[in-house]
Nanobody, 123 residues
Framework: VQLQASGGGWVQPGGSLRLSCAAS????????IGWFRQAPGKEREGVAF??????FYAVSVKDRFTISRDNAKNTVYLQMNNLKPEDTAVYCC???????????????????WGQGTQVTVSS
């Protein structure tokens, strides 16, 4: 099982980035995938989650970020629009074990993690 996150970079406030999480060793259809981020000095926080039937977002990113999946490419995307300086963090994706949807932000429910990709939002 491997997860490879990519697509980070530097962008000015109001800009956009699209992150990719390429999965290998398993089929996306069978698992939920979460995007998390961690800023310096802060706890890791859940940003978005997707499985075959549902999508969830953190309040701080709702209406700005969109999570999607391409099963043919076995890849999950995080489209980030209207980025703000407070979105600056290392973003990573993770594969969930079975979990109640209400607990999608709880990191202990994720068994496999990819490496992070840095997102920096500044002028």
């Amino acid at each position: 099982v491997q997860l490879q996150a990519s697509g980070g970079g530097w962008v000015q406030p109001g800009g956009s980035l699209r992150l990719s999480c390429a999965a290998s060793g398993f089929a996306l259809d069978d698992y939920g995938i979460g995007w998390f981020r961690q800023a310096p000095g802060k706890e890791r926080e859940g940003v978005a989650f997707i499985n075959v039937s549902r999508k969830f977002y953190a309040v701080s990113v709702k209406d700005r970020f969109t999570i999607s999946r391409d099963n043919a490419k076995n890849t999950v995307y995080l489209q980030m629009n209207n980025l703000k300086p407070e979105d600056t963090a290392v973003y990573c994706c993770a594969r969930a074990a079975r979990l109640p949807f209400s607990l999608w932000r709880v990191t202990s429910h994720y068994a496999y993690w990819g490496q992070g990709t840095q997102v920096t939002v500044s002028s």
